[in-house]
């Protein structure tokens, strides 16, 4: 049956169909069992326990028991700091409250995709971390030059011996950069640093690139930095290697990005300071009133949705 019919239709079921096509419940659905998923994977459930050998230097370097960022302050970092500033951001220059809304859900979708994506991917590889061994603390007598298994360990607490195993990829890393990468990416839109202009009028157009000065886009870099911080610490403390920090910083980033892109148009648009309308727009269109990228007059430097309005 089509979805607008559904809608349309009388009592509770029609009610619950508008509700869901008018609003952002379903991402808020999303959410939740992202979130459930993530909850289950963390706590319930073990990582791949890979062979080892206790002549690779590889895994032999020593466990820090005082971490440079523990995962409190990666939350901090990552999580806290990002909401806090778009809040602020948003509410001194007046924002709308649509805009605060997706501007806080996009941060929320991609901090809880990269978690929950980053710790299926850790329990399933169940890649030995740099300091497995001093973790383990195999039995004496254990052989050096065999592959052994995790029966060696004598290590009494479960989460620092099964947590050995979960080195690929990095997780403070996913968590930093999709938090401070999705600050990155709203200052970038709201100090409109690729953003170009648009038409001079009916028929005609030019194309202008309003670039911000360096200033300001190093300011919206700073974020990526920090994440890049985090993620060398990671390395420091020997509980991961360059290649799980890497590949966990594109995985955050990736993700991040892609969140982004769901609520706000490209950053070479026009309106790249303003959020998509968004689910609450179906109300009079029946449908997600989003200027798509080539609407946007991609490679001309016209903006269609500003023409459109003036002929109105």
């Not at 009592?11 to 998923?37: C, E, Q």
């Not at 299926?120 to 001093?134: H, I, S």
Request: with cysteine; hydrophobic share 40%; net charge neutral.
């Amino acid at each position: 049956m089509n979805p607008g019919l559904r809608s349309n239709s009388p009592g509770v079921l029609g009610s619950v169909s508008r509700f869901w096509h008018k609003s952002y419940a379903p991402d808020y659905l999303g959410f939740a069992l992202l979130f459930t998923g993530y909850i289950v994977v963390q706590f319930l459930v073990e990582p791949f326990h890979r062979m080892f050998s206790l002549s690779d230097l590889r895994i032999s370097f020593p466990h820090a028991e005082v971490e440079r960022v523990p995962l409190s302050l990666d939350f901090v970092y990552a999580l806290f700091i990002p909401l806090i500033f778009i809040i602020v951001y948003n509410t001194t220059r007046g924002a709308s409250t649509h805009k605060h809304h997706v501007a806080i859900l996009g941060l929320a979708i991609a901090m809880i995709l990269a978690s929950f994506l980053t710790d299926v991917v850790k329990n399933a590889v169940g890649r030995p971390r740099p300091d497995l061994l001093a973790r383990c603390k195999p039995k004496p007598g254990t052989p050096h030059d065999i592959l052994v298994g995790i029966d060696v360990c004598t290590e009494a607490s479960h989460h620092t011996l099964h947590d050995g195993w979960r080195s690929f990829p990095s997780g403070h890393s996913s968590f930093s950069f999709a938090g401070l990468g999705y600050l990155s990416l709203f200052l970038a839109g709201q100090m409109r640093i690729f953003a170009h202009g648009a038409h001079q009028g009916i028929g005609e157009h030019t194309e202008k690139l309003v670039r911000g000065d360096l200033v300001r886009a190093l300011l919206c870099l700073a974020p990526l930095l920090g994440a890049t911080m985090i993620a060398i610490s990671r390395c420091q403390d020997y509980r991961h290697d360059v290649y799980d920090v890497c590949i966990g910083g594109l995985l955050g980033w990736t993700v991040t990005y892609w969140s982004y892109r769901r609520y706000w148009p490209r950053l070479g648009s026009s309106r790249c300071d303003e959020p998509y309308a968004g689910p609450p727009a179906a109300q009079d269109s029946g449908r997600y009133d989003r200027v798509r990228d080539e609407e946007e007059g991609v490679g001309l430097g016209q903006n269609v949705g500003s023409e459109l309005h003036q002929l109105r």
